[in-house]
């Protein structure tokens, strides 16, 4: 069992950065994929980034790409969204989940096994 704690959210304009942090309870955080999520109102939950368990490797989503960075720190039990560059249209509730079962990085939300509360980012323009 892992719970999942995100925070960092807030208001930001167009332009500006914010960093997202979840903290996981549990001993085997480093035995997890870990991704993030959003979902805006009126939309379906989608794919934002994946870091594999060790965090050597990644993946976005192409409307990220180049402007957010997932990072982990696994003595710390955390993940991390650096979100630069941050536009209106990232304006979601972001969620981060944690894959037990290891293997590739993947984006269906179905393949995570636990998720947090999520963090709300509004992105003014």
């Known amino acids: 069992q892992v719970k999942l704690v995100e925070s960092g959210g807030g208001l930001v304009q167009t332009g500006g950065s914010l960093r997202l942090s979840c903290a996981a309870s549990?001993?085997?955080?480093?035995?997890?994929?870990m991704a993030w999520f959003r979902q805006a109102p009126g939309k379906e939950r989608e794919f934002v980034a994946a870091?594999?368990?060790?965090?050597?490797?990644?993946r976005y989503a192409d409307s990220v790409k180049v402007r957010f960075t997932a990072s982990r720190d696994n003595a710390k039990n955390t993940v991390y969204l650096q979100m630069n560059s941050l536009k209106p249209e990232d304006t979601a509730v972001y969620y981060c989940?944690?894959?037990?079962?290891?293997?590739?990085?993947?984006?269906?939300?179905?393949?995570?096994?636990?998720w947090g509360q999520g963090t709300q980012v509004t992105v003014s323009s």
């Open positions: 989940a944690a894959k037990s079962r290891l293997g590739a990085l993947v984006t269906r939300s179905n393949e995570y096994d636990y």
């Open positions: 870091i594999s368990s060790s965090g050597g490797s990644t």
């Open positions: 549990g001993r085997t955080f480093s035995s997890y994929h």
